[in-house]
């Protein structure tokens, strides 16, 4: 479902972010991406949204390219995307109700529909009670899950989290990544960027381990070696 | 329909920057209006003064009524001529005698000539055109002399000329300025809300989605500000008219072309702006 081929990503002024990187993550994986700041997590996410297009290879995302994209196919494809931010990037002058129902209307959903999809979401998430208030009446870890209803209300394939717990104490962070596992097992891929060992150490999902632009350990790839032996 | 409410939305979220835009929108257009109407007034004046421009052709002691009835025919025909009119020798010596006042004993009966006044058309009065016109006339053998004030239809011509440049370079630059300064306000707009545009994209928003509320508010505005631009302009002249000198005001016509200029200049303001915000980001 996303596929890098020998991507490499260069910026202008910054200079190598990326160096010939393949990856795969299948439908329905969780996968941690981790690594020492300025490695390149951010960037490989980027690529996946499609904020960045990588400066030499191919990246793949639920079947659009980055080497034959057109016009308004990054719009369409973030309508399949579910994306979640350390900083939680909500309208402040916006109520959480009408922070997911944007994400709705934005792809011209039919309005009737739009309250009922975000109650839903929003007691999914456990917000049902604070669908009137604004981003800043409500703690970090209650933001996130704003954010996180947000970013599933069109239901999409993946959710891509840059370190969504950055922000949180040790009990928020529990409790949204809960909200991602529970997600996870409804079908919904997750790349998850975090520099928090402990969520990796405690459960059994793919690692891939970026440093200095390459990918130096893909936990997923040692375990299908293991077997290869084993058999 | 959504983008109308996102629009009438921005106006209500931030209602110091929305006025603070329209107002500016107001004065630059307001700062371009004064300048039409002084450019107007010009043209008037200088129009109103050509009006007067003629040409008076001489008749020839003796000449016969119907030759110069002829003549008269003829070049009424000319497609130059608005109005031709026949000066008797007595019309002539009345008017020498009204113009000039106490000297109005020096002339006697007889001694001015009897002449042919011919007044131009609108477009007809340049200088080489009155000049054709009166060589067209000098050839009928009766004419003794044809005068049309060379110098003064030449000067006036060269002040036409000045007034017309300056008021199309000065106008253009009245227009720049108020562009700048209208785009600049929009662009304020567009960047208090490039947190809100970044949101919009990251969960799927089309270019076209995230420009149109942005286009109906700047349109709005450029609506509302070259309203109260008109309405300025209208007291300014409405004052001056009554205060200080005569002067006119633009046509209802000319007025809604200025008022659809204001909400152009909005539109296609906000267009680049939003479209130079997106293409960056």
Known sequence: MIRFTDVTKEYARTGIALNDVSLHVAKGEFVFLTGPSGSGKSTILKLIYMEEMPTAGEVRVSGLSTASLRRGDVAKLRRKLGIVFQDFRLLEDRTVEANVGFALEVTGAPRGTIPTRVSRLLTQVGLASKSASLPRELSGGEQQRVAIARALVNEPYVLIADEPTGNLDDRATRGIFQLLREINASGTAVVMATHNLELIRRSDYRTIEINRGAIVFDSGEARAAQQEEIS | ????????????????????????????????????????????????????????????????????????????????????????????????????????????????????????????????????????????????????????????????????????????????????????????????????????????????????????????????????????????????????????????ETALIGLLGGALIGLIGSAVSVGRHLRRV
């Open chain 2, 1 to 252: 329909m959504l983008a109308l409410r996102e629009a009438m939305l921005a106006f209500r979220r931030a209602p110091l920057l929305s006025v603070l835009g329209i107002t500016t929108i107001a004065f630059s257009l307001f700062a371009v209006g004064l300048f039409g109407l002084v450019a107007l007034n010009i043209k008037h004046t200088i129009a109103g003064v050509e009006e007067r421009v003629e040409i008076r052709a001489f008749i020839a002691e003796g000449t016969p009524a119907d030759a110069v009835a002829t003549a008269m025919a003829d070049i009424s025909n000319f497609p130059e001529v608005l109005k031709v009119d026949y000066v008797s020798q007595e019309d002539a010596l009345q008017r020498a005698r009204r113009e000039l006042g106490e000297f109005r004993d020096v002339f006697d009966a007889g001694f001015l000539p009897a002449s042919i006044e011919v007044r131009l058309r609108d477009g007809f009065r340049a200088p080489d055109r009155v000049r054709a016109v009166s060589t067209r006339i000098g050839t009928y053998s009766f004419i003794d002399d044809v005068r049309y004030g060379q110098e003064w239809v030449e000067k006036l011509a060269r002040i036409r000329d000045i007034a017309t440049i300056a008021g199309i370079a000065l106008g253009l630059a009245f227009a720049t300025v108020a562009v700048i300064i209208i785009g600049t306000t929009i662009r304020m707009a567009v960047l208090a809300r490039s947190r809100e545009i970044a949101i919009m994209r990251l969960v799927g928003a089309t270019d076209g989605f995230i420009r149109r509320p942005f286009l109906i508010e700047g349109f709005f505005k450029g609506i509302l500000g070259g309203t109260a631009a008109l309405l300025l302009t209208w007291l300014a002249s409405t004052l001056i008219d009554r205060y200080i000198i005569r002067s006119s005001f633009f046509s209802s």
